[in-house]
């Protein structure tokens, strides 16, 4: 079974056998995208909400801007290295009930923040924020293997990355509206309670493909996706660690996040601080790179899909292209944005910037789908993503300490460009082929 997986990934998609799935499947699949999409967004939501109190929060506890820049990355830290083994889980315990626990988690530490009254409680709930939300992307990511053949998706996962970029975008007005309504107080406990809710929902609509009685072409179509794979041993996964494209994918992920993970959590300071805008102004401004970035998401899926279907190259190059050339032209953009002195030209060379990320983190979540057999894709996601959220934590705090010994984002913004440009250039030279465990 593994070798069957390993040919696939490595054949060009014209070349693997197509099955076109049922219209009970496609709902099946249309329900499963839908109910990520919504779980990603309340975990977006939830994990903006701090960077768009920043100014609030800054002010009533007393914290200068490199405390909040260590309290911006502790989520992050807590959500980088619970990545390693909550992939292992995915492929051990299945999305359903991980996935429903997790928001409840999460939800309930979004809910503690409201009642934080100092910098350690504070840090506290947002590193089991951090640990809660762990699950989403490589459960995600494991969805649509389980229910989608090779050749079929890159639109899907740019689907579900939609809540990386609609979840922020939203957030911005959202989130000040709650706040200057009921207080940043009050928002984090609404927040939280939204998320409970989302979590009954996963667990009432969703099952794994294997529940249902689908009719035999579907079966044919669904064994492509080798849903029932044996699950991953502790052995099997420390050797994804032993391979080139697993590092590859690492460290390009590394810039990827780094970058993101800047805009996510200084943009609307960035805004205040530097572009010297008020608070809601802002709460509206910041919402725009993130709306590119919901158009890079489906585009970048799109593409994927064409490149590989009218040319004859492997999934994986497909996937590698769009994230190679998308994390350059976000670098580059960046380094735009860090350079322009007219505001309406910054924000046009960010939400540029944001387009190609979440372009880039298309190609780099499909390649988590079709750079190892089945059994193995939680776990690889989860790596991936451990490599992502290590510069998504290091993107804050750097940040931060830059800005307040340089007085300016500028040399901030240029170091992030820098990063990503080596990101790129070493997913370029690491990734060649799908991962095989022998």
Not at 89 to 118: E, N
Request: aromatic share 10%; with cysteine.
């Amino acid at each position: 079974m593994l070798e069957q997986q390993a040919n696939i990934a490595d054949l060009p998609y014209a070349e693997v056998e197509k099955f076109q799935p049922s219209r009970r499947l496609r709902r099946f699949q249309v329900t499963s995208l839908s109910l990520l999409v919504m779980s990603g967004m309340i975990n977006m939501l939830d994990r903006s909400t701090l960077a768009i109190a920043n100014p609030l929060i800054r002010h009533d506890l007393g914290l200068s801007v490199a405390q909040m820049g260590l309290l911006l990355s502790s989520f992050l830290w807590a959500y980088a290295f619970c990545q390693l083994p909550v992939g292992f889980f995915v492929d051990r315990l299945g999305p359903r009930l991980l996935l429903g626990a997790a928001q409840i988690v999460w939800s309930a530490a979004q809910l503690l923040c409201g009642f934080s009254r100092g910098f350690g409680t504070f840090c506290a709930m947002r590193m089991l924020l951090g640990a809660g939300e762990s699950p989403q992307f490589p459960i995600s990511a494991r969805v649509v293997r389980d229910c989608f053949s090779p050749q079929d998706r890159g639109l899907p996962t740019g689907v579900f990355l939609l809540s990386s970029s609609i979840g922020p975008a939203i957030a911005a007005p959202l989130i000040t509206l709650l706040m200057t309504a009921f207080g940043w107080r009050h928002m984090f406990v609404i927040m939280g309670l939204a998320g409970i809710a989302a979590a009954f929902i996963w667990l009432t609509f969703y099952r794994s493909p294997d529940k249902h009685g689908f009719q035999p072409s579907d079966a044919r179509y669904l064994a492509q996706a080798d849903s029932k794979a044996l699950p991953a041993t502790p052995t099997d996964w420390r050797k994804l660690f032993g391979h080139r494209t697993s590092w590859g994918m690492i460290l390009g992920f590394f810039g990827t996040i780094y970058l993101i993970w800047l805009y996510t959590a200084w943009l609307p300071g960035y805004l205040e601080i530097q572009r010297h805008m008020s608070i809601p102004h802002t709460g509206l401004i910041a919402a725009i790179p993130f709306f590119g970035g919901t158009v890079g998401s489906i585009t970048g899926g799109l593409v994927i899909d064409r490149v590989a279907a009218r040319q004859r190259v492997t999934p994986l190059t497909a996937c590698k292209m769009a994230a190679v050339s998308g994390l350059i032209g976000m670098a580059l953009f960046t380094a735009v944005a860090a350079e322009v002195s007219d505001n309406n030209l910054a924000v046009a060379a960010m939400t540029l910037a944001m387009f190609l990320g979440f372009f880039a983190m298309s190609g780099q979540w499909a390649m988590v789908s079709v750079g190892a057999p089945q059994r193995f894709v939680g776990s690889l996601g989860g790596m991936m993503n451990f490599g992502g959220y290590l510069g998504g934590a290091l993107a804050p705090m750097t940040t931060g300490f830059i800005v307040q010994s340089t007085h300016s984002f500028v040399p901030a913004l240029l170091t992030a460009a820098i990063i990503g440009m080596i990101s790129a250039l070493l997913c370029l030279a690491l990734v060649k082929q799908p991962v095989s465990i022998s």
